[in-house]
């Protein structure tokens, strides 16, 4: 018996020939799931994490911070997610992704953000189906390793594709599709449909991953039934919750569970999580970057900080400060819960 095979007896899903260790993943998000908070979240046990939005044309420029966006994880199954609106520089992205590792390359059709939506990439490609299967195409072609596509359930409630164009994206080779509950109208307002992911459902058999409002494991399990997903994905409620994807994941698959780090194990965490990025992006700019990161963490923590204290640390351009002022107020705080 094959690896795969004992994986997949075990409650595993597979994206072409590549087990996933469990069913629930990290999402995509911009300036959120850079290096090292996907490191984080792999460690704690995510079934997959993958990259920041990485633009095929600015991959191919060889712009330095494009690159970075799209390393790989030791350890962890390399995904990096591609967006472009021309088949040439999906072809090109998809194979400098492949050179560089990536065990699997995934399509953004997803992104409702203006700036992407406007030069016609993102989830702007669902208003051309035609258009959107060319570049699918294109990129299946270009590489050997699984190709996987993220999409909304369509542009507005007017256009409910996903399915067709789920449907016709397996036809061309995708291994795994992801479908966010939303419209790109919707932006993130209002819930997630989960029970609209089902039509997708109805209409492939490659795996089916539900995204949106995935929030704790019980939603996952509603998730998983109401839109006959295989995996779900989590996506902003992992903000200041490294560890969601994977305690998520241990508790679908009856794994070990993965504890709520607190007080002293939380101020390390945070502490941890800051340094690496001021290792990975440099001491000026990571500290800068790390605040939003800091914030969401603070957000979290009971008692609260004072806000004085709050708006020192989050204002702050001396590292030394931040990490030593997060490392005494989160332990302290988690002392004064305990008693």
Not at 313 to 326: I, K, N, Q, R
């Amino acid at each position: 018996m094959s690896k795969n095979d004992v994986a997949a007896q075990a409650g595993e899903i597979r994206i072409g020939g590549i087990a996933v260790a469990n069913r629930a993943f990290l999402a995509p998000m911009s300036g959120v799931t850079d290096m090292p908070f996907r490191r984080l979240a792999h460690r704690f046990g995510a079934g997959l994490v993958v990259s920041e939005m990485v633009a095929c044309e600015q991959l191919a420029s060889g712009d330095p911070e494009t690159r970075m966006r799209s390393e790989g994880v030791p350890g962890a199954l390399h995904v990096v997610q591609l967006a472009g609106r021309e088949a040439h520089w999906m072809e090109t992205g998809a194979r400098l992704a492949e050179d560089a590792g990536a065990d699997i390359v995934d399509i953004n059709m997803g992104c409702p953000a203006k700036k992407v939506t406007s030069g016609y990439s993102g989830s702007a490609l669902m208003r051309d189906l035609d258009h959107a299967l060319r570049l699918i195409e294109a990129t299946v072609a270009a590489v050997k390793v699984p190709v996987t596509l993220k999409m909304r359930l369509g542009w507005d409630h007017d256009s409910l594709n996903a399915p067709e164009l789920a449907a016709r994206a397996e036809a061309a080779g995708v291994s795994m599709i992801t479908v966010h509950g939303r419209t790109r109208c919707q932006f993130y307002k209002g819930t997630a449909d989960w029970d609209a992911i089902r039509a997708v459902r109805e209409r492939i058999s490659v795996p089916l991953v539900a995204n949106g409002d995935c929030c704790t494991a019980e939603d996952a399990r509603e998730m998983m039934r109401r839109s006959g997903a295989d995996a779900v994905m989590i996506g902003r409620a992992s903000y200041g919750r490294p560890w969601l994807a994977g305690q998520i994941g241990a508790e679908l698959s009856g794994g070990p569970a993965v504890e709520t780090p607190e007080g002293a194990a939380l101020a390390a965490l945070v502490c941890e999580h800051i340094e690496a990025m001021l290792e990975h992006y440099g001491r000026d700019k990571g500290l800068k970057l790390a605040r939003k990161h800091v914030a969401w963490y603070l957000d979290g923590v009971t008692p609260a900080m004072p806000a004085s204290l709050r708006k020192a640390v989050l204002t702050s351009h001396d590292a030394a400060f931040v990490l030593s002022t997060l490392r005494d107020g989160i332990r302290q705080g988690g002392q004064e819960a305990a008693a």
